[in-house]
DNA sequence: ATTGACTCTGTACCTTGGTACAGGGTTTAT
DNA sequence: ATAAACCCTGTACCAAGGTACAGAGTCAAT
């Protein structure tokens, strides 16, 4: 199994070189074996986890929340069991909120290009109008 | 119709006092009438306002871009049209992919609790297993 | 008319999540 | 054997999004 040097694995994974040593100093990523040397030598897994991170942190979750995300995907025990349990419990919740807060957005958004596409007065859009009283938004 | 001053607003949509007028220095909310000391007025709208941009924050999209969405939220056209539909259009395909990828660590997060639940050899967790060979996670 | 709880502006400081050297060693290709 | 292109650690710096004063004015109640 082919091992990669630190600056191929920021290049697979599209992030900074530095970025890759910043998430070992955080602990989201295992620190690798090293050469004789000294250099940091990666398994290909080290690329998934690298962008992993990435899709977590763009749906809103902090570096700390990943850190435990990233133990569920590794099926790692690092946290007590428990503690996972109610973690991903508590993040259900938080994600069904968001995806319903997500599709709200999605309808005010298509509503504005309709709005421009049909030119009608905004009181008459129906779509803008049921989401206004609705409170949703 | 009441005003409210700038730390009832704060209180009211569960922020800072400083955020307030943090988010009217960086055009996100606009800047009230004042009494004739100065004192900020605000319309119970600053409310709603302040609580569309945290749902959007906590969504993962930046100030820049949440002062793009309320443009759409009050239908205010800061923005020429051209402008607002492409970013429409270019927010809703992003809002799409993070609908995706939300639904993806719902099931991460529901296979670690049905693992922890069942204690089944992870390899034997239909869910994981379905995760892993697609690749989606 | 004075005390306490507000408000104002302006500037300084903080946290998160990086990013960029400096100063030094290593590896590879010529 | 020497330059180019890596790597190391450590520390400094940066941008975004706040948060916290300081110094001064205002308002409401006693």
Redesign the interface.
């Given at each position: 199994m082919k091992r990669l040097t630190v600056s191929q694995v920021a290049k697979a994974s599209n992030v900074n070189i530095e970025t890759v040593r910043y998430y070992e100093r955080r602990g989201l990523i295992s620190a690798p074996p090293r050469t004789h040397s000294g250099y940091r030598m990666y398994a290909n897994e080290a690329v998934d986890d690298i962008q992993?991170i990435k899709?977590?942190?763009?749906?809103?979750f902090s570096l700390e929340e990943i850190k435990h995300?990233l133990c569920?995907?590794k099926?790692e025990d690092y946290f007590p069991?428990e503690e996972?349990?109610q973690f991903?419990?508590v993040?259900?919740q938080e994600?069904?909120e968001?995806?319903h807060?997500?599709?709200n957005?999605?309808s005010?958004?298509?509503s504005?290009?309709s709005?421009?596409e049909s030119d009608l007065p905004?009181n008459q859009c129906p779509i803008?109008k049921k989401l206004s009283e609705s409170g949703d938004?």
């Open positions: 992993f899709r977590a942190q763009d749906l809103g995300l569920v995907y099926k069991i996972m349990s991903a419990a993040k259900i994600i069904e968001k995806i807060q997500l599709n957005f999605k005010l958004l298509e504005a290009i709005r421009q905004k803008i938004l």
